[in-house]
């Protein structure tokens, strides 16, 4: 059975819980959260480096971590390229991971694991990704982009999977519910009233990957002028384009005159059954 409603509800049961436990290297339901291990692969490797070629670092002891650690134990571990756990990753307050060779703790202060217990290196991964998209609850106040945040959101986003693409809109909706009061204005199917003429030059990636190779869904999602309305790699607005203007059509080339979302619930965050948009501008000869 398919049920948007309750659907609807779940970003509030992370919101609102105490902490998560995920399993995230789990495959699918079929796997829980414990795995066979080797202890030693959650012990440091310190190394002693008297010099490094071409570089001031200074000798010393160093620790030996895989190739792509981060991106390998978290980023691209199955739970995490889920469509709908997005909303459980940036709205739980806590989460405990059970990954595959060892635990990793995230809340709004740290990322830890059993091999760093006080937090991870600041490392490009680490440090970008909660640059980039730390939009928790708890620290909503401190987001003095909330537009470009949202465009990092549905970058990572539309890299995810879903197994019923007419929850494209649904499995965001609690991250837009979220974000929305930094914005304000209307929201339509996945842009912003607020900059609708820049959230409008969203793009389709030109190196997709095989997974997203662009495709329209078999059932609808959003309007054609939404990049819910298309299964692909997307590119979000470009730069320029993350702030939020007095007069959001002061610097474009076309006027809005109406756009209107048709929502299947009261919920204009969820899915929708129609949608239209009308605007005014010049046409290149």
Request: hydrophobic share 35%; charged share 20%.
């Amino acid at each position: 059975m398919y049920y948007p409603r309750l659907r609807l509800r779940l970003a509030d049961v992370y919101k609102y819980a105490l902490y998560n436990i995920t399993a995230t290297a789990a495959l699918d339901g079929r796997h829980g959260c414990f795995a066979e291990r080797n202890p030693l692969l959650v012990e440091t490797c310190p190394v002693y480096i008297k010099s490094f070629p071409g570089e001031s670092q200074p000798a010393g002891f160093y620790d030996l971590v895989p190739d792509k650690f981060w991106e390998r134990s978290f980023m691209n571990a199955p739970l995490n390229t889920r469509a709908w756990v997005m909303q459980e990753r940036f709205l739980s307050p806590r989460i405990l991971h059970c990954g595959r060779d060892q635990l990793i703790w995230q809340c709004s202060e740290m990322f830890a694991s059993e091999t760093y217990p006080n937090g991870y290196l600041n490392d490009g991964w680490v440090s970008g990704y909660r640059d980039k998209v730390e939009i928790r609850t708890p620290n909503l106040d401190g987001v003095d982009k909330p537009l470009k945040v949202w465009k990092q959101l549905l970058y990572y986003y539309n890299k995810c999977n879903l197994t019923q693409q007419q929850d494209k809109l649904i499995a965001i909706s609690g991250l837009a519910k979220a974000i929305q009061p930094l914005i304000g204005g209307d929201y339509f199917a996945g842009l912003w009233g607020q900059s609708l003429p820049n959230q409008l030059l969203w793009s389709v990636s030109r190196n997709p990957t095989v997974n997203f190779i662009p495709r329209r869904p078999d059932k609808y999602c959003a309007p054609t002028w939404s990049w819910a309305s298309v299964i692909a790699d997307i590119l979000p607005a470009g730069p320029g384009t993350d702030s939020l203007a007095k007069d959001p059509e002061e610097s474009s080339m076309i006027q809005i005159l109406e756009c209107q979302v048709n929502p299947v619930t009261d919920n204009v965050f969820g899915q929708l059954s129609g949608g239209h948009l009308t605007i005014n501008g010049w046409l290149r000869s």
